[in-house]
């Protein structure tokens, strides 16, 4: 059984809940430790629950893209739009209800990309694929990286960077995903290699799906 901390809504109602002959009552903004299968009902009935880290007594929060900074009780909480930052539990319930969203990973995952391939002489910023399985609000860099400035981010999306080999080649690297609160931060996923191809290269038809494409094509034509 995972114990999970939860606080009821900040509105004030539904503060006291009882089912199956137990009961949970705290006030808004003020979190009491929860067993694992009792959190679905309380949240349901408006409850916000948050990670439970050893050690931890904040909250990572994680601004609107629109309002990264707010100010209230003579108290301000300012980042950039994806980067949390941590918040006491009495303030964490007013900056959710500004659109603020509570960060509930404890555990980052190994990472993928769904593409692997560019072209010599593509310029810097073409996208090459989208980096899967990043927790939002998660920061990620680039280790060992060979050739060095040949691939770039944005977000999750792998680019080509400022300075690619050129010509065929392999780029190799590993990937490092960061994140406030997470148990396991920093997380490395190793292994990675995007292969760069001679400019114009033709595409591969020799298996049965892509030739029978290229019948199809030819009859058409």
């Known amino acids: 059984m995972a ?12 503060n006291i809940v009882s089912f199956n002959g137990r009961a949970y009552s705290s006030i808004p903004g003020v979190p009491i430790p929860v067993p694992d299968f009792d959190a679905p009902v309380l949240q349901a009935n408006g409850w916000t629950p948050y990670p439970t880290i050893a050690g931890k007594t904040t909250i990572t929060m994680l ?8 100010s209230f009780d003579g108290r301000q909480y300012s980042t950039r739009p994806g980067v949390p930052i941590e918040a006491p539990p009495f303030d964490a319930i007013i900056l959710q209800a500004n659109g603020w969203a509570v960060i509930t990973v404890s555990t980052l995952q190994p990472l993928t990309l769904s593409a692997a391939i560019f072209h010599a002489g593509d310029p810097q910023g073409t996208i090459i694929g ?8 998660s920061a990620i860099t680039f280790n060992s990286l060979s050739p060095a400035g040949a691939l770039q981010f944005a977000g999750t999306s792998l680019q080509v960077g400022p300075s690619p080999s050129g010509s065929p080649s392999t780029v190799t690297f590993n990937l490092v995903e960061t994140l406030a609160g997470a148990t396991n931060t920093p997380n490395q996923t190793n292994g990675f290699s ?7 290269g033709i595409l591969d038809f020799s298996n049965a799906s892509n030739s029978a494409l290229l019948l199809v094509i ?3 034509a």
Not at 194 to 200: F, P, Q, T
């Open 3 to 14: 114990i999970i901390q939860m606080w009821p809504q900040n509105q004030g109602l539904r």
């Open 218 to 220: 030819g009859l058409a």
């Open 194 to 200: 995007v292969s760069e191809l001679a400019a114009g």
């Open 63 to 70: 601004p609107p893209a629109a309002f990264p900074t707010i």
């Open 130 to 137: 989208t980096i899967l399985g990043a927790t939002p609000g």
